[in-house]
């Protein structure tokens, strides 16, 4: 069965210091899995993709995720946050037919 | 912006009553998805259509239903409305290529919502 796990429900950084939101995934086939992000009162964007080409993905904004079939993670990471990275982000698994959403990583950027 | 439009934004309901949202997908998409955001929470799946048939759903209740149109816009339409069904409701729209294996999907896109309160 698919199961995501987003091991921060909030993470705090400063501007300019790197991000590191954590995902754990299950899945009884070879998934495709996905980054989103949510601004308040915005819609969901896709920040980056995994589809079983390269392990280490890069997306928009700088941010990339690097998939580790070992660990069954697939953690976002970005060398240095800016503020208007403040939103909630998603780590998504997404098999034939069912996608499976994590709870959600709440960044905070501090100037 | 993805090209995935939803319609009403906002939507104040009452408890039993019913109600029907709708989307638009990006052209050339043939899947709608749709998805169910309480409050503080990622977003659960509903189900998912596919060439103007239900091809997925999760563990939503019947009163839960959908349509998919020959253009692929779709409906999500909600029977006897509880409290509980206040929520964002999302749809995203994607190509999808059925395999015969279960791998992975393409990628959805978004549309910005429906707000639904019961009252």
């Known amino acids: 069965a698919q199961s995501v796990t987003q091991l921060d429900s909030h993470v705090s950084v400063s501007e300019g210091t790197p991000v590191l939101l954590r995902c754990n995934y299950s899945?009884?086939?070879?998934?495709?899995l996905f980054w989103y992000v949510q601004h308040p009162n915005k819609g969901l964007q896709l920040l980056l993709k995994?589809?079983?080409?390269?392990?280490l993905v890069k997306g928009i904004n700088g941010f990339e995720a690097e998939f580790k079939k070992s660990e069954t993670s697939f953690h976002l990471t970005k060398p240095s946050a800016h503020m208007s990275d403040a939103a909630e982000y998603f780590c998504v698994v997404s098999e034939y037919l069912k996608t499976i959403f994590g709870a959600g990583t709440r960044l905070f950027v501090k100037a | 912006e993805t090209g995935v439009t939803q319609s009403p934004t906002h939507l104040i309901k009452t408890r039993g009553q019913q109600v029907t949202l709708r989307c638009s997908s990006q052209s050339g998409h043939n899947t709608v998805s749709w998805y169910q955001q309480a409050l503080g929470q990622g977003p659960q799946f509903i189900f998912q259509?596919?060439?103007?048939?239900?091809?997925g759903r999760g563990n939503f209740p019947p009163r839960f239903s959908g349509l998919q149109f020959p253009n692929y816009s779709s409906e999500l339409n909600v029977n006897a409305l509880e409290l509980d069904d206040s929520a964002l409701y999302l749809c995203?729209?994607?190509?999808?290529?059925?395999?015969?294996?279960?791998?992975?999907?393409?990628?959805?896109?978004f549309g910005p919502g429906t707000r639904l309160t019961v009252l």
């Open positions: 259509y596919y060439r103007e048939e239900e091809n």
């Open positions: 899945s009884s086939y070879s998934p495709s």
């Open positions: 995203a729209s994607s190509l999808l290529a059925k395999t015969s294996g279960r791998g992975g999907t393409d990628t959805q896109y």
């Open positions: 995994y589809t079983s080409a390269a392990t």
